[in-house]
């Protein structure tokens, strides 16, 4: 009940773009934060982006900034990741997260900070 909804993804070609969606089922974010994760074939968990909702800050991994944007749709309780210039190294498994509370010891680029995550979604970027 409290799974956030992942769609988007699939196969693209470098340079190309995708956007992925993660959304509630049907009750509305109860969010401090919403945060957007990668992880690589036999690599960690990695940090992309996140936005804080009170004050709508976005927050993004050095390496995709002015490529990948995160927005969020209340109306539709909905955030966005669209991105753009994919890389083939980008490829992986992408995961939304909702944050309940904000976390001293983790901030926002830990995957242990968030409470509730979507099922993932593959991206596969080929070269």
């Known amino acids: 009940q409290e799974q956030l909804v992942q769609s988007g993804g699939g196969l693209v070609q470098a340079g190309g773009s995708l956007r992925l969606s993660c959304a509630t089922s049907g009750r509305p974010f109860s969010a401090y934060a919403v945060g957007w994760f990668r992880q690589a074939p036999g690599k960690e968990r990695e940090f992309v982006a996140a936005?804080?909702?009170?004050?709508?800050?976005?927050h993004y991994l050095d390496s995709i900034k002015g490529r990948f944007t995160i927005t969020r749709d209340n109306t539709k309780n909905t955030v966005f990741l669209q991105m753009n210039s994919l890389k083939h190294e980008e490829t992986g498994i992408y995961y939304c997260?909702?944050?309940?509370?904000?976390?001293?010891?983790?901030?926002?680029?830990?995957?242990?900070?968030?409470?509730?995550w979507g099922q993932g979604t593959q991206v596969t970027v080929s070269s």
């Open positions: 997260g909702e944050m309940r509370n904000p976390s001293p010891d983790y901030g926002l680029k830990m995957s242990a900070a968030y409470d509730y």
């Open positions: 936005v804080t909702w009170k004050d709508v800050n976005t």
